[in-house]
């Protein structure tokens, strides 16, 4: 009984991102052209420790909830892709494991990259152009505030462990201490040459 309920339960996991990806799909033609021809593969997200998502492309390039049953393709987010976030979509690109069907991958990879949600565009049928347009520029300029905190807090850990509790060591540093080990190095092997010639 209790394993012929857990697709039912993985399912409605996923019903609700189904429907923001629908929502973002629909926004977008162009997309869902480039899944059609992908109708009926299976796709699998993981993002552990979370549970595992399954989608479906369905005719026409929509996404259902999925299947059990193998995955055309396995999409696996790595813990890394949360301090990623802040530093753009490269990053956030190398913390993304993909496997399985190569096409379908290069499709979902190209909709990473291009697909985005116009926020602006849904809150202004709620409240209005205007108000929509200011409340898209506090989202923006607060977002650009948290980076630009997480980036000044980094620089200030980084000054704390470099000088006032030395934990860590600057690089040219680094290269000063190598550099005199090798002279300190060859000194000793001409010391060590003029002692067996003495003897």
């Known amino acids: 009984m209790k394993e012929a309920s857990l697709p039912r339960e993985k399912a409605t ?3 609700p991102f189904s429907l923001a990806l629908n929502h973002l799909l629909d926004a977008e033609p162009w997309a869902k052209e ?6 009926g593969e299976t796709i699998e997200l993981r993002a552990p420790p979370l549970p595992r998502l399954r989608f479906t ?4 390039g929509r996404l259902g909830t999925g299947e059990e049953g193998e995955a055309s393709l396995v999409i696996t987010l790595k813990p890394e892709i949360l301090p990623a976030l802040p530093r753009g979509m490269e990053h956030v690109l190398r913390a993304i494991e993909v496997s399985g069907n190569a ?3 290069n499709e979902v990879m190209f909709l990473v990259r291009h697909l985005r949600w116009d926020a602006e ?3 202004s049928r709620l409240v209005g152009d205007v108000a929509a ?27 704390y462990f470099l000088d006032e509790q ?10 000063l201490l190598a550099d005199g080990v090798a002279a300190l190095r060859d000194a000793v092997e001409r010391l060590e040459q003029r002692v067996r010639r003495l003897g």
Request: proline residues 5%.
């Open 166 to 175: 030395p934990m860590l060591v600057r690089r040219a540093d680094l290269t």
């Open 34 to 39: 480039r899944l059609a021809p992908f109708a």
């Open 103 to 105: 096409r379908l991958a």
């Open 133 to 159: 347009h200011r409340l898209a520029q506090v989202a923006h300029d607060f977002a650009a505030w948290q980076a630009d905190a997480a980036r000044r807090i980094a620089e200030a850990a980084a000054d």
């Open 121 to 123: 565009e849904d809150l």
């Open 57 to 60: 492309i369905l005719p026409g």
């Open 13 to 15: 996991l996923g019903w």
